[in-house]
């Protein structure tokens, strides 16, 4: 008698869109034995290479339903994944901890109240003692900041992460097609994938993770999904001061909705904006770098190094993400807005369960 993985051997998934959803999803199906094709025409402009990598789950203030499930499940699966994918990149690992500030006295006694709630022992208040705090109040310049730490929370470095799930599917052989597709539809118990140049791909199942154009597949009319596309542009700053030492900071913490990742003495990231547009807004850097109500001297007089954008998706009319079985053997598994990262664990062992069940 044969195996089950024998029998997924003979499967063929083609997963359309290569971020980290996308890959994650090969990464799991592959390691069942499927057979797996990744198509995207430009892998290097998806949202994915625009993130910023932090992984905000044990701070999420709504501890229920189903956005807190998926984070719930994906906290604890993401420390066995970075185990595995060390195999391939000793180097990847999840920087902690995370930590969430705020100069509004109103919005800390929420974060207050939700830590002691929650008698959490990953999570704690820090007042303005804490060494965290007078080091980024003198950084800063400021004198309220105050806010959460989540010492199970924390940032990995999407470039990195991306790089290592290459290298695992191509340690796994699987297929990478740098094509468009244009049309998908049913024949014969079979999925037909047309790319733009009128090449035909069969396989077994479709898996959707290409954000907006996902839409454009499968006629937004028909299953009543609808995606709108959210802007968000990212910053690295170079300062020149010598009086202040940027890795004197937490390695990543967000300050009034804004986050900040010092990545040297004197370079550090600020992301992320939230615009509705797919063109990038201007004055970028007074829109990241205004989120006190006085700029220290350093960081007004701070020169962008670097500055990047990536176009998200978010569901319109219902929650993020959508991961729905649209059709028998038509998944769909996008709209991830900023969680892409944190969420692809429990989004693809969901995905993993939906194949198997319909495959088998």
């Known amino acids: 008698m044969k195996s089950l993985k024998e029998n997924f051997q003979k499967a063929q998934v083609v997963i359309i869109g290569s971020g980290i959803i996308g890959k994650f999803n090969a990464l799991e199906l592959s390691e069942l034995g499927f057979q797996v094709t990744i198509i995207d025409p430009a892998q290097q402009q998806n949202s994915s290479n ?3 990598g932090l992984l905000m789950g044990n701070m999420y203030q709504k501890r229920r ?10 906290i604890e699966l993401w420390p066995q ?24 006295e109103e919005k800390f006694k929420k974060l207050e109240k939700f830590v002691y709630e929650n008698n959490d022992q990953n999570l704690r208040i820090l007042e303005r003692d804490s060494i965290f705090i007078k080091n980024i109040n003198k950084a800063f310049q400021e004198t309220n900041i105050k806010g959460m ?3 199970k929370d924390g940032r990995i470095n999407p470039f990195s992460l991306l790089q290592t799930l290459d290298q695992y599917l191509k340690h796994k052989k699987v ?23 009128n090449e035909n791909i069969k396989s077994d199942m479709v898996i959707l993770c290409n954000s907006l154009k996902a839409i454009d597949l499968i006629g937004s009319l028909s299953h009543n999904i609808k995606l709108k596309p959210v802007l968000g542009q990212a910053i690295e700053i170079e300062i020149n001061d010598e009086e202040v030492d940027l890795l004197s900071l937490p390695k990543q913490f967000n300050i009034n909705g804004k986050n900040i990742i010092p990545i040297s003495n004197n370079k550090l990231i600020i992301g992320s904006t939230d615009e509705y547009s797919t063109k990038p807004e201007e004055n970028t850097f007074e829109k990241l770098t205004n989120f006190l109500d006085k700029k220290p001297n350093w960081l007004m007089k701070g020169k962008i190094s670097k500055k990047w954008f990536g ?17 028998d053997g038509l998944i ?29």
């Open 332 to 360: 769909i598994c996008t709209g991830f807005y900023k969680n892409g990262i944190l969420l692809a664990p429990a989004c693809s062992k969901w995905v993993t369960n939906e194949v198997k069940n319909y495959l088998y």
């Open 175 to 197: 297929n990478y097609l740098r094509e468009e597709i244009i049309k998908i539809r049913k024949s014969n118990n079979q999925w037909i994938s047309t790319t733009g140049n």
């Open 81 to 104: 994944w970075i185990t595995f994918l060390q195999k391939f990149n000793c180097e990847l690992n999840i920087e902690k901890p995370l930590i969430q500030l705020t100069t509004d």
């Open 50 to 52: 625009a993130a910023l």
């Open 149 to 151: 730490i989540s010492f």
């Open 311 to 327: 176009i998200r998706s978010r569901p319109d009319g219902e929650p993020s993400p959508i991961m729905k079985n649209l059709e």
């Open 65 to 74: 339903g189903r956005s807190w499930d998926l984070r719930k499940q994906s």
